[in-house]
């Protein structure tokens, strides 16, 4: 089976609290791809990140990072000091880009 | 052109009319992919074009729903006798490749009446 699944519907916090989104994930593929979007307001959705599945290092950008553990199937996805721009829906995809999960609605309250 | 180009951004019809819907991908990006999302729901994908060719069409949900692509630019999503259950927002991303990130268009807005 290909499956994503955020288990987390909505999240609120407040400005300059941490969040971190999860993502788990099932797949037949040996090797693939994983990916977070983010899609605020106004509605386009926006790369934030692609990992290869041999990839377990984790990554930092800025204030994202994400934590990819093959062995538990997850890609979780980090972001510390929120900020109201943060607020969106954010979306985990595999392999490929061709399953998306129902995402996660984050609202960073000011 | 500079980003993904999809027209029409909204589209109302009646039930049981044709609807095309087009795709203008960046320049050079040999792949292609239509979803759609609902609301409140993720973007469910139709189907994957590289080049001129359907790669992957096993997300559209039935024969009333076809994709081109003929000269591997441009694609056009077509929907036949169109049912109220296919409202939606139609997103079309194009990629450098398969495993490349995606981008994504404004979206066509689908209400089908």
């Known amino acids: 089976a290909q499956k994503v699944t955020q288990a987390q519907t909505e999240i609120s916090v407040v400005e300059k609290e941490d969040v971190t989104l999860d993502c788990v994930y099932e797949?037949?593929?040996?090797?693939?791809?994983l990916f977070w979007y983010k899609q605020p307001p106004s509605g386009e959705l926006v790369f934030l990140i692609r990992?290869?599945?041999?990839?377990?290092q984790n990554e930092i950008s800025g204030r994202y990072s994400w934590n990819f553990q093959k062995s538990t199937s997850s890609f979780n996805f980090t972001i510390t000091a929120s900020q109201v721009v943060d607020s969106a829906v954010y979306f985990c995809?595999?392999?490929?880009?061709?399953?998306f999960g129902t995402g996660t609605r984050l609202t960073v309250i000011p | 052109g500079a980003g993904v180009s999809q027209t029409p951004s909204n589209k109302v019809t009646e039930k049981g009319k044709y609807v095309e819907l087009r795709c203008d991908p960046i320049?050079?990006?040999?792949?292609l992919y239509w979803y759609r999302q609902s609301l409140g729901q993720g973007p469910e994908f139709l189907i994957y074009?590289?080049?001129?060719?359907?790669?992957?069409d096993s997300g559209l949900p039935n024969d009333r729903f076809f994709a081109v692509r003929p000269e591997g630019s441009v694609s056009t999503l077509k929907i036949q006798r169109t049912e109220r259950g296919d409202s939606a927002v139609y997103l079309c991303?194009?990629?450098?490749?398969?495993?490349?990130?995606?981008?994504f268009g404004e979206g066509s807005r689908l209400t089908v009446l």
């Open positions: 991303a194009s990629s450098t490749g398969p495993s490349g990130e995606l981008f």
């Open positions: 797949t037949r593929d040996t090797t693939y791809y």
């Open positions: 990992r290869n599945s041999f990839d377990e």
């Open positions: 995809a595999l392999p490929n880009n061709l399953f």
């Open positions: 320049s050079g990006h040999t792949a």
């Open positions: 074009f590289q080049g001129t060719g359907a790669a992957d």
